[in-house]
Every structure is written in structure tokens, then in C-alpha cells.
């Protein structure tokens, strides 16, 4: 895969480093329950964003996951992950409004459980982007600054 251009000139002249919910419904198409990232807490353009998901015992799958010792379930934490991965795909030059969905994902790893209570803290980079359609992305998730998540993933643009 071909690697990111790292000129400035190529990428979005977007110097905005935080999003908060309302910019990120503007960016992703995920609404409650599979909204996951509640803020982007920091942004560098064509490279990575580091966003953040809090969890409360409302969410709806610690009903069912598991009772008596709820946890998020970890494809959940890949999926926020990739939402993570989708502020940074849909903000690159000619991707506003584009959707891209998950192609697959390399080299999981759980490391302990995301309970409520929890912040999960997760950080995307973007590895590779090639013809406009394919991206490679690494992703990690911490809580408490313990990494929880790890994960590579591919995504795919979705016509």
C-alpha cells in the first residue's frame, strides 16, 4: 500500500485539533446505540485522532453482557476504534461525506475488560491509503493509561 502523502499542501486545511459530538454526527453516519466516540480529543490531519468513548451503566449492551459483571464487548471496542478511524479517513482531501466500512482487522488483542465507569481512550493511525478506497489503520485503546485494545484494520470505501 502506498504510503500517506505528508505535505501539508495535500491534505484538508482543517487545523482543528478537537470535535465534540455535534461535529462528529456531521462527520460519521452512526447514531445511538452504534454512536461510540464521544469526542475527539485530538487531531492531526492525514495521520491520526485520538478520541474517547465514556461509559456509563446505561449503555445498552452491559444489559445483556455479562449480567452480574458487565464488560463492553470487544468487538465493540474494535468498532469504536474504527469510528476513531473514520474522523481521520472522512477528513482527508475529496472524502467529506464518503463511508467507509471495515474490510478486516489483523492482530486483535483483548487485554483486560472495559467495565462502566470506564473511559476508554482510543488513538488511530493511519498506516496506508491507497486509490482513494483502501486504508490501513492501527488502532489501541487505554483505560487509566493500561491498553485494553490493540488492533490493525483495513478499511474499504462503501459505495
Avoid: C, W
Avoid at 474504527?82 to 474490510?103: R, S
Amino acid at each position: 500500500m502506498e504510503q500517506i502523502p505528508e505535505k501539508e499542501q495535500d491534505l484538508e486545511q482543517n487545523t482543528q485539533t478537537t470535535f465534540y459530538i455535534k461535529e462528529i454526527q456531521e462527520l460519521l453516519p452512526h447514531r445511538y446505540p452504534f454512536a461510540l466516540v464521544d469526542r475527539i480529543i485530538d487531531y492531526t490531519a492525514g495521520k491520526k485522532a485520538t478520541g474517547i468513548k465514556n461509559l456509563t451503566i446505561n449503555e445498552p449492551f452491559f444489559q445483556g453482557h455479562i449480567p452480574n459483571n458487565p464488560i463492553m464487548p470487544g468487538v465493540l471496542q474494535l468498532e469504536a476504534m474504527a469510528q476513531v478511524g473514520g474522523i481521520v479517513l472522512t477528513l482527508l482531501p475529496g472524502m467529506k461525506g464518503k463511508f467507509f466500512v471495515y474490510g478486516g482487522v489483523d492482530k486483535a488483542r483483548f487485554r483486560r475488560p472495559v467495565i462502566p465507569g470506564d473511559q476508554l481512550i482510543m488513538t488511530v493511525e493511519l498506516l496506508a491509503f491507497k486509490r482513494n478506497r483502501i486504508a490501513k489503520m492501527q488502532g489501541q485503546g487505554f483505560v487509566d493509561g493500561q491498553l485494553v485494545v490493540e488492533a490493525e484494520m483495513l478499511f474499504s470505501l462503501f459505495d
